[in-house]
């Protein structure tokens, strides 16, 4: 049953997209625009056998209907048809749909508003993030799809240089694409950020006030505050850092906070068609494991190594090592590699990868083809 009804959907949408291009034809002066984005994703543990396939399909219709003092105003919306078969050798299967984006903005070159379900993201870290509060993406998904929370974000700009952020979400980033799944006043999500260019330099100040528990994804009750700065001079530097004060931590817990610190630098090196490096280190200290719900101290170190072979073939090695203080926890080791085709409607990215959790052990060894469309 939930076979056909994901095949009806995604041929209602089909049609609807008809419509709404034949719309796109006569009122093309409303900057009406229609995107549909496919992603496919297989991946295959060549150890064990097991395999996934994950498939999403994203209509977005997108259009500026109009002005009021200066100001434009444009419309967003976005639909998900999800379906998941997590093992495909089982009946684990999983059907989800809902509203991907749904908001209203309101814009000029002082202010910006956004009413409804949203993305909302910020901070330089590009893989070891601290301030990824409301960003689920993942670096290596080339879909860089992240869930949205619904709720206002206002952005005023007092000058060229500074920019003055505040945002209330009533549901929480994390759960389904549920759009009105909503929460008590008190169980909402409050914060505040000012940003501050200086010539070279980018710095973020953010803080926030969070009203509901999800334990699951170590958001609890309580307050964080998190400055970021990024330089770019003969390499490129940034750094991240957050302490995170809960009210009614878990009872295994200790403290009451915790601190987090990452750093990152890049740099291309003139070699062929330019090689890109990157690495990132972060630590954290006083960390409620979502997994064992106990304290622990975590350090992370990554690399990145991508080269561009043509305009459209890009070849990136990425190794990761991950340590955590919890008791029956051993350092995870994961070298990847990723041969990316780009094309104007399409991506295909083919990606290897080896995880070591002992040393003494077998690797873990996968491969993972992933597609993205836009039509």
Same mark, same amino acid.
């Given at each position: 049953?939930?076979?056909k009804?994901?095949f009806?959907?995604?041929?209602?949408?089909?049609?609807?997209?008809?419509?709404?291009?034949?719309?796109?034809?006569?009122?093309?002066?409303?900057?009406e625009?229609?995107v549909?984005?496919?992603h496919?994703?297989?991946?295959?543990?060549?150890?064990?056998? !097991?395999?996934?396939l994950?498939?999403?399909?994203?209509?977005?219709?997108?259009?500026?209907?109009g002005?009021?003092?200066n100001?434009?105003?444009?419309?967003?919306?976005?639909?998900?048809?999800?379906?998941?078969?997590?093992?495909?050798?089982?009946? !684990?299967?999983?059907?989800?749909h809902g509203?991907?984006?749904?908001?209203?903005?309101?814009?000029?070159?002082?202010?910006?508003f956004?009413?409804g379900? #949203?993305k909302?993201?910020?901070?330089e870290?590009q893989?070891?993030?601290?301030?990824?509060?409301?960003?689920?993406?993942?670096?290596?998904?080339?879909?860089?799809?992240t869930k949205?929370?619904?709720?206002?974000?206002?952005?005023?700009?007092?000058d060229?240089?500074?920019?003055?952020?505040?945002?209330?979400?009533?549901t929480?980033?994390?759960?389904?694409?549920?759009?009105?799944?909503?929460?008590?006043?008190? *169980?909402?999500?409050?914060?505040?950020?000012?940003?501050?260019?200086?010539?070279?330099?980018?710095?973020?100040?953010s803080? *926030?006030?969070?009203?509901?528990?999800?334990?699951?994804?170590?958001?609890?009750?309580?307050?964080?505050?998190?400055?970021?700065v990024?330089?770019?001079?003969?390499?490129?530097?940034?750094?991240?850092?957050? #302490?995170?004060?809960?009210?009614?931590p878990?009872?295994?817990?200790?403290e009451?906070?915790?601190?987090?610190l990452?750093?990152?630098?890049?740099?291309?090196?003139?070699v062929?068609?330019?090689?890109?490096?990157m690495?990132?280190?972060?630590?954290?200290?006083?960390?409620?494991?979502?997994?064992?719900?106990? *304290?622990?101290?975590?350090?992370?170190?990554?690399?990145?190594? !991508?080269?561009?072979?043509?305009?459209?073939?890009?070849?990136?090695?990425?190794?990761?090592?991950?340590?955590?203080s919890?008791?029956?926890?051993?350092p995870?080791?994961?070298?990847?590699?990723?041969?990316?085709?780009?094309?104007?409607?399409?991506?295909?990215?083919? #990606?290897?990868?080896?995880?070591?959790?002992?040393?003494?052990?077998?690797?873990?060894?996968?491969? #993972?083809?992933?597609?993205?469309?836009?039509?």
């Open positions: 049953m939930k076979h009804t994901f009806f959907c995604m041929l209602a949408l089909l049609v609807l997209h008809c419509n709404l291009c034949y719309s796109v034809g006569i009122l093309n002066h409303m900057n625009k229609v549909h984005k496919v496919l994703m297989y991946l295959n543990n060549l150890n064990n056998d !097991d395999n996934a994950y498939t999403k399909y994203l209509p977005e219709y997108s259009n500026t209907i002005d009021i003092s100001a434009s105003i444009s419309i967003l919306c976005s639909y998900e048809l999800g379906y998941d078969i997590v093992n495909m050798d089982s009946e !684990d299967k999983d059907f989800d509203f991907h984006r749904l908001s209203m903005r309101v814009s000029n070159n002082k202010f910006e956004v009413l379900k #949203q909302i993201n910020f901070g870290a893989i070891l993030r601290i301030v990824d509060w409301y960003d689920t993406v993942n670096y290596f998904d080339v879909s860089a799809y949205g929370t619904t709720g206002a974000l206002l952005k005023v700009y007092p060229m240089e500074s920019a003055l952020w505040s945002w209330y979400n009533i929480n980033t994390y759960e389904s694409n549920r759009l009105f799944k909503l929460h008590d006043a008190d *169980e909402a999500d409050f914060g505040l950020r000012y940003e501050r260019d200086f010539s070279r330099i980018s710095s973020g100040l803080f *926030e006030n969070i009203g509901r528990e999800n334990a699951e994804n170590k958001r609890y009750k309580g307050r964080r505050i998190a400055l970021d990024k330089a770019d001079a003969y390499l490129g530097f940034w750094t991240e850092m957050q #302490q995170y004060f809960v009210d009614e878990p009872v295994s817990a200790k009451d906070m915790e601190s987090s990452m750093t990152g630098a890049d740099y291309t090196f003139s062929g068609n330019g090689l890109y490096t690495a990132e280190y972060r630590i954290s200290s006083g960390l409620y494991d979502k997994f064992s719900g106990m *304290e622990s101290d975590t350090e992370d170190i990554c690399l990145i190594l !991508d080269y561009p072979v043509s305009i459209m073939y890009s070849d990136m090695f990425y190794v990761n090592y991950h340590n955590s919890v008791e029956d926890f051993m995870e080791f994961t070298i990847m590699n990723s041969l990316k085709y780009t094309a104007d409607l399409y991506i295909l990215n083919l #990606q290897t990868f080896l995880s070591y959790y002992e040393f003494d052990e077998k690797p873990e060894l996968g491969i #993972q083809i992933s597609f993205l469309a836009d039509f």
